[in-house]
C-alpha cells in the first residue's frame, strides 16, 4: 500500500540558467508521477510536491545529485494523496515575492546578509538567555490559527507588502532588539531577515527551518501555539494530538483551526470558519459583509 507524503524544500543558490532547470525539474517530477508547485529563480529553487513515498524519494535523489541543489533543505509530512490538483513549475524574478528581487543577494552560501540562523535547540537556549521578539514572516492571516507566543504579526495579506511596513517606520522600536523571524519553511524569513537587516535592524536571527522543523522537534511542548497553516489541500497541520486551538470563525467566533476562502471569487482573502457556520452556507469576508449590508439598506 502505497504511503502519500509532501515535501517542502528550497535552496537559495545561484543558478545561470533557470528555464533549463525548470525544463528537467518538470519532466523529473511527471515521471514520477508528483504533483505541487516549484518556483526556481536565479536565485535558487522553492516548492512543495507530493506523491508515493518511493517516487518522491527517487526525485529527491536526482534533485540533490544536481551539484547547486546537493544541499536543498527538505522537510517531510504526511500527505493524503489529495494534496495538490496538478504540477507546476515554473520561472519567476523571485522565490518570494517581496517585490525587492534586485535587493536580495545570493552566492553558493545562500543569502547574503541574512540573519542569523537558529537552530530549535539554539532557539529555546537563547530565549532563556535574553529578551527575544518573534516576527510572523508569513501573511497575517496564516496566524490566526497557528503562531509563536507572543509573536509581532505584521498586518500584511501578501508577501509584497512587507516592504512597505518595514520602510513605514512602524518597527522602528525593535531595530536594536533581539528579532526572530519565522515562516512555514524558512524561504520567506530568509529573505526577510536579509531586508530587515538593510534597513538597520542590528540583532537580527532566522529560525532555520522554519515552523516545520521547529515543530518536529518540538511538537506543541515549546513556544509555538496552534496550527500550521499551509497552501494545500490539508489547510494546516498540527504537531500532535494536544495543538492549542487558537482560530476564532468570523461568523460565530467559536474555535476552530478550519480555514477556508471568501465567497467572492475575485477576493483572496482566508477566513477562519468553523464547520457548522461553513454548513450553512458560502461566508464572505468583514468588506463583503459590510456591502452586502450597504446593498440590503439601499
Known amino acids: 500500500m502505497s504511503t502519500p507524503k509532501i515535501v517542502l524544500f528550497y535552496s537559495f543558490t545561484p543558478l545561470a540558467d533557470p528555464e533549463a532547470v525548470r525544463l528537467w525539474q518538470h519532466t523529473l517530477a511527471e515521471r514520477h508521477g508528483l504533483t505541487g508547485r516549484v518556483l526556481l529563480s536565479r536565485h535558487g529553487v522553492n516548492g512543495t510536491l507530493g506523491g508515493d513515498l518511493p517516487d518522491v524519494k527517487r526525485w529527491l535523489r536526482a534533485t540533490r545529485g544536481y551539484g547547486p541543489f546537493s544541499g536543498l533543505d527538505v522537510k517531510w509530512s504526511e500527505g493524503t494523496g489529495r494534496d ?14 517581496f517585490g525587492a528581487p534586485d535587493e536580495l543577494e545570493v552566492d553558493e552560501h545562500g543569502v547574503v546578509g541574512a540573519g542569523t540562523r ?99 522537534q518540538y511538537g506543541d511542548d515549546g513556544l509555538w501555539d496552534g496550527s500550521l497553516y499551509v497552501f494545500d ?63 440590503v439598506a439601499g
Do not use: W
Not at 496538478?86 to 518570494?96: A, Q
Open 233 to 295: 489541500g490539508r489547510g494546516s497541520v498540527e504537531f500532535s494530538d494536544h495543538a492549542a486551538v487558537l482560530g476564532r470563525c468570523v461568523a460565530c467566533s467559536g474555535a476552530t483551526r478550519r480555514m477556508q476562502n471568501c465567497v467572492d471569487r475575485d477576493c483572496r482573502e482566508q477566513l477562519v470558519v468553523c464547520d457548522a457556520c461553513a454548513s450553512e452556507g458560502e461566508v464572505p469576508c468583514s468588506a463583503h459583509r459590510a456591502s452586502r449590508v450597504v446593498a
Open 84 to 97: 495538490f490538483p496538478r504540477l507546476s513549475v515554473k520561472v519567476r524574478d523571485e522565490l518570494v515575492t
Open 118 to 216: 537558529l537552530s530549535p535547540t539554539e532557539l529555546h537556549d537563547l530565549v532563556e538567555r535574553e529578551d527575544v521578539t518573534f516576527f510572523d514572516g508569513r501573511n497575517a492571516f496564516e496566524s490566526r490559527i497557528g503562531r509563536f507566543r507572543g509573536a509581532v504579526v505584521p498586518d500584511v495579506a501578501t508577501t509584497r507588502e512587507f516592504v512597505a511596513e518595514l520602510d513605514s517606520g512602524r518597527f522602528d522600536h525593535l531595530k536594536d532588539e533581539t528579532v526572530v523571524t519565522y515562516c512555514t519553511g524558512g524561504v520567506r524569513c530568509e529573505v526577510l531577515s536579509s531586508l530587515m537587516v538593510a534597513r538597520g535592524f542590528t540583532r537580527v536571527h532566522q529560525l532555520d527551518g522554519g515552523i516545520a522543523r521547529y515543530g518536529e
